[in-house]
């Protein structure tokens, strides 16, 4: 879209379902890094690559020893490879460009979400948060996993078993609970179903700080912001809460431990909650004060600027967007089909959304274009303005006063090799090796069309070299001969090309050669011989029973 004919004024804010993709049951989506390139999981254990420029499949995922359906689906760093966990509880990492299988893990529970190290280009650690068991970090290579602290113990040195189902004090089971790495993987945030917030250095996989949620409500989903300035939860008392997050982005692990070492006169619980409201703190809440409804798959914008929480009510497929001040600005109302995930455009304000159904909708602005051709000095006005005129603006200018030179250095060369850094991935780290495209494969032709095509063309060849002129019109009927070995299908079809052929050699304006024959048939009468001479040319009358071919048909 043209930037000048947009109008500024409209948000940055997604408003009308643009399109929608279709390809067997969609139940998860993940943009790569730039958004060009969109991840879908499906019921049947495909994973399924969108072209999101041209709205085409650039890459399908298919692993012959999984049937089951997709539970989340996550891009590395760069966008070379692609983590797939799947409800078989398996954890598959795929190479895009090749399409081939890297590594296969199977758990011991089943993955609802897993999620690459973002601080490698090619990671070999991921993050799993298993249905009924604690996040655990796997590493692909060896298939080895380790059990993550959910809580702290009363004793509180920052460590826990790292295998048990039960809290210490003796409550039943947790829920399931939510992880993420920060933005650069040295350190992972779990929500529990305490209602706290463990941040947990990932080599030592001890619990760095401790953040208590207000309400103590399970927490079910957390993420982090594309800058990581912000960090999201979503807990079960219907709350959508943002933390600001006071840690430096990068080395975040050494400022936990510059923290722990200024803390030294407390211990246990106390420490980790110093520790912990010094590296976080409850910036905004989103709730709906009147449905008191519960959230799914809550998310940032790409800039951060917005907040997005769908709905998870039977039958609706409604998208709220607040913005970071904490007011609603837009409700999407779609189909009634239940939304089971969400994903924000990294850069373009666009979001998609997956439906109980299957379907992928893209949700994009509705833009106003603008495409009036005035003076480049024109505005267009909303409304009565108050102008006040200059004293000097109708005054005849002298044509020999010089314009007003210009300070751009013509002299200057200009460099057309250099890429202009993009403001929308300022945050990021540029690497010329990240994958953006795919190439795209051409799908090959279908045989049964190719073999119409071959014996259609033979016919019209056939036709064409007949050597009579009076051959070139088809009968009148429309019969076809000689057609005993063709398949049916192929009959039909040839049938009715050489009547459409027919057809359309009779609307042409007969030769002089043509008429000239026509006005000799007319004076002479018709030969009863098989053999007939017309100006010295010889006709052969192919009577096979059907009546006669060319003009020797008697009206």
């Not at 929608?20 to 730039?34: Q, T």
């Not at 090619?122 to 298993?130: D, E, F, I, K, Q």
């Not at 250095?201 to 957390?222: E, F, L, Y």
């Amino acid at each position: 879209m043209n930037a000048p004919i947009i109008d500024p004024l409209q948000g940055d804010f997604p408003e009308v379902i643009e399109e929608y993709l279709e390809h067997g049951v969609m139940k998860c989506i993940a943009f790569n890094r730039r958004g060009t390139l969109l991840a879908a999981g499906c019921s049947d254990g495909n994973c399924i690559i969108w072209d999101f420029e041209t709205r085409g499949i650039a890459k399908e995922l298919r692993d012959k020893d999984c049937i089951a359906a997709i539970t989340s689906v996550c891009w590395s760093k760069y966008g070379h490879r692609i983590l797939v966990s799947a409800a078989d509880k398996s954890l598959t990492l795929w190479d895009v460009v090749s399409g081939e299988r890297l590594t296969r893990t199977t758990l011991q529970q089943t993955p609802l979400q897993a999620r690459l190290n973002p601080g490698s280009s090619t990671p070999s650690l991921c993050l799993a948060c298993p249905l009924s068991s604690a996040p655990m970090i796997v590493d692909l290579n060896t298939g080895s996993t380790t059990m993550l602290p959910v809580s702290i113990p009363d004793t509180g040195n920052g460590t826990v078993p790292q295998s048990r189902n039960k809290f210490s004090d003796g409550t039943p089971p947790f829920t399931p609970t939510a992880a993420c790495f920060n933005k650069y993987g040295d350190l992972i945030y779990v929500g529990n179903s305490k209602g706290e917030i463990l941040i947990i250095d990932h080599r030592t996989v001890q619990v760095q700080a401790m953040v208590p949620v207000s309400g103590s409500a399970v927490v079910k989903n957390i993420v982090f912001s594309r800058n990581g300035q912000y960090l999201l939860t979503n807990s079960n008392d219907r709350t959508i809460r943002i933390y600001e997050n006071l840690l430096p982005f990068k080395d975040g692990l050494v400022a936990l431990d510059d923290l722990d070492k200024t803390l030294n006169e407390l211990d246990g619980v106390e420490k980790l909650k110093a520790v912990g409201s010094k590296c976080l703190t409850l910036f905004r809440e989103f709730q709906d004060s009147i449905t008191k409804m519960h959230w799914k798959a809550p998310c940032f914008s790409g800039d951060g600027e917005w907040v997005i929480g769908g709905s998870a009510s039977k039958g609706e497929h409604k998208i709220y967007i607040w913005d970071r001040a904490g007011h609603l600005v837009k409700i999407l109302e779609g189909p009634k089909e239940a939304l089971i995930d969400l994903a924000w455009h990294p850069v373009h304000p666009i979001v998609v959304s997956v439906s109980l159904t299957g379907f992928v909708y893209i949700w994009a602005k509705d833009y106003t274009e603008n495409w009036s051709a005035f003076a480049p000095d024109f505005k267009e006005l909303e409304e009565n303005e108050e102008y006040v005129e200059r004293e000097d603006e109708f005054d005849l200018v002298p044509e020999t006063e010089k314009v007003k030179e210009s300070d751009v250095n013509e002299d200057d060369e200009v460099d057309i090799l250099t890429l202009e850094k993009n403001s929308a991935f300022s945050d990021s780290d540029m690497s010329q090796e990240e994958l953006c495209f795919l190439p795209a494969i051409p799908s090959p032709d279908v045989p049964e069309r190719q073999d119409k095509c071959v014996e259609s063309s033979s016919k019209l060849v056939d036709s064409n070299q007949s050597g009579s002129p009076l051959s070139e019109e088809a009968e009148p009927n429309g019969h076809t001969t000689n057609h005993a070995s063709s398949p049916p299908e192929v009959v039909d079809n040839s049938a009715a090309e050489d009547a459409g052929g027919s057809r359309m050699k009779r609307k042409r304006k007969p030769s002089e050669k043509g008429l000239e024959l026509q006005a000799e048939k007319v004076r002479k009468p018709k030969s009863s011989g098989r053999l007939s001479k017309v100006k010295n040319k010889s006709v052969v009358d192919q009577d096979n029973g059907n009546g006669f071919h060319g003009d020797d048909v008697s009206d």
